[in-house]
């Protein structure tokens, strides 16, 4: 029996998805979340097929015979013999595209303490909207509470975190946005593991986040 995926990307996303208008970061997101949703991958391949009729019955645009050749020439120009690469030992369980963005997919990133509950290793994608990275919460840790400053999405890929909100496990896609203050807390049974993209920093909301609010920082790469 599958287990089921309560929290999941709009719709809006799914066709933004499907045709290849969503932003980097959040494409990999939501690729994350169809690694582990059935129903989702099954609406994103609807969508495909939509794309691909409205295709079908659009009307063919004339080109230039030059245009077409000076395109075959540049591909014919930067062709190269690939090197032969012996793939890496990803984590298991994890997406590919998660394991391909880890700098040495043989081991766990590295990891940053950013709390005595929390560590950090950040994910470069080459975009510079987002910070992408995967956040771990040990088990049983909390988080500090914080509002947030601008969008952050969040797909757990291991375990699970409950908020004042709800429980997240698996697959989930979660949203938050400024004004959505929370509290996060890895489940007891083990340390659970998401994968986020941040537009901006988070605020926290203890009397503390007065002195550490002006230091906090996204960095998108």
């Known amino acids: 029996m599958s287990k089921v995926i309560n929290h999941h990307p709009s719709i809006e996303m799914l066709v933004e998805f499907s045709a290849g208008t969503l932003d980097t970061a959040t494409s ?10 059935p129903c989702c991958r099954a609406e994103v391949a609807r969508l495909d097929q939509v794309g691909a009729q409205l295709m079908a019955i659009s009307s063919p645009q004339e080109i230039d015979d030059s245009i077409f050749e000076e395109v075959m020439r540049k591909i014919d120009e930067g062709h190269t013999e690939e090197p032969v690469i012996e793939p890496k030992k990803g984590i298991q369980g994890f997406p590919e595209h998660i394991n391909k963005l880890i700098h040495d997919a043989a081991e766990m990133p590295i990891w940053k303490r950013l709390s005595k ?26 988080t500090p509470q914080h509002d947030h400053r601008g969008t952050e999405y969040t797909v757990v890929l291991k375990g699970s975190f409950s908020d004042e909100k709800s429980v997240y496990t698996e697959g989930d896609f979660i949203v938050r946005e400024p004004g ?26 203890s009397p503390l986040g007065f002195f550490l609010n002006p230091w906090l920082r996204v960095n998108p790469a």
């Open 28 to 37: 990999i997101c939501v690729a994350s979340h169809l690694h582990f949703c």
């Open 180 to 205: 959505d203050i929370h509290q996060p807390m890895g489940a007891k049974n083990g340390e659970c593991i998401c994968l986020s993209a941040q537009e901006a920093p988070i605020k926290l909301t």
């Open 117 to 142: 509950s929390m560590e950090v290793a950040k994910l470069f994608t080459g975009q510079s909207k987002y910070e992408v990275a995967l956040h771990k919460i040990c088990a049983g840790g909390t």
